[in-house]
């Protein structure tokens, strides 16, 4: 059974701070995805890292991918309010759910003035 | 980009009411369509895979009789929630893919039962 951890869980943290939220993963898998949800809404995609190695940054958001390690890190730098969000790493369950998404518990991020 | 448009987003009934629930991917085929339910503060759980013209996959625990999916055609899978009681009460999110794509998601329909 694939198992996906993140943490931290809850992540409270001042706007200008650095911080990194770990997603380890328990068997092999062909892709992982980073997505942020805010209250009431559904998940926007933030990354699909699809290799070993590979490593995509868009914004304050860093997000990096080792599969030998099964183990993916969302770097945040100098954070601003408006990321406070609920981040989720997912990883692709191939199996009789087609590709289905497995899903961390999410990191519920507060960004503080 | 690839747009999922699901519907209502939105659904408040009483208890013993059936409630249907609409994705359509709108500018792609999708092969596959999943249904994810999410309870308050909690992950996304996978409820079903739906293939179009095939019985759609059930996880464990997901009843099938109360949580049918009909997936007519490449473009529209229907969740319907038979007899809703207010432990259905949740937030349901359909995505959709095509072949090995990554999946694309709805904005989610908020049932709340009374």
């Known amino acids: 059974e694939l198992k996906v951890e993140q943490n931290p869980l809850f992540l409270s943290m001042q706007e200008g701070k650095n911080y990194t939220i770990y997603c380890n993963y328990s068997t092999t898998s062909d892709r992982l995805y980073w997505y942020r949800q805010d209250p009431g809404k ?25 599969t030998k390690a099964r183990l993916s890190t969302l770097h945040i730098t100098a954070a601003v309010h408006d990321l406070s969000a609920t981040y989720f790493c997912a990883v692709d ?18 960004v503080t003035p | 980009g690839a747009v999922v448009s699901q519907h209502p987003s939105r659904v ?7 409630v249907k629930i609409e994705c359509r991917s709108l500018d792609f085929q999708a092969t596959t369509m999943f249904w994810y339910r999410q309870f308050p503060k909690q992950s996304l759980m996978l409820m079903a895979t739906s293939n179009e ?7 464990q625990g997901v009843e099938k009789d109360k949580f049918l999916i009909n997936h007519a055609s ?38 709340s039962i009374l």
């Open chain 1, 42 to 66: 559904s998940l926007e995609s933030l990354f699909v890292l699809l290799s070993n190695g590979a490593v995509k940054q868009e914004g304050r958001l860093m997000a990096s991918l080792d």
């Open chain 1, 93 to 110: 369950l191939n199996s009789n759910s087609g590709y289905a998404l497995n899903f961390g518990k999410g990191t519920s991020l507060l």
């Open chain 2, 12 to 18: 408040i009934c009483k208890s013993g009411t059936s």
């Open chain 2, 53 to 59: 013209g095939s019985k759609a996959t059930y996880e």
């Open chain 2, 74 to 111: 490449l473009t529209l899978s229907t969740l319907t929630v038979a007899s809703a009681h207010p432990e259905d009460s949740s937030f349901y999110i359909c995505s959709a893919r095509r072949r090995d794509q990554p999946q694309h998601f709805g904005d989610g329909t908020r049932l």
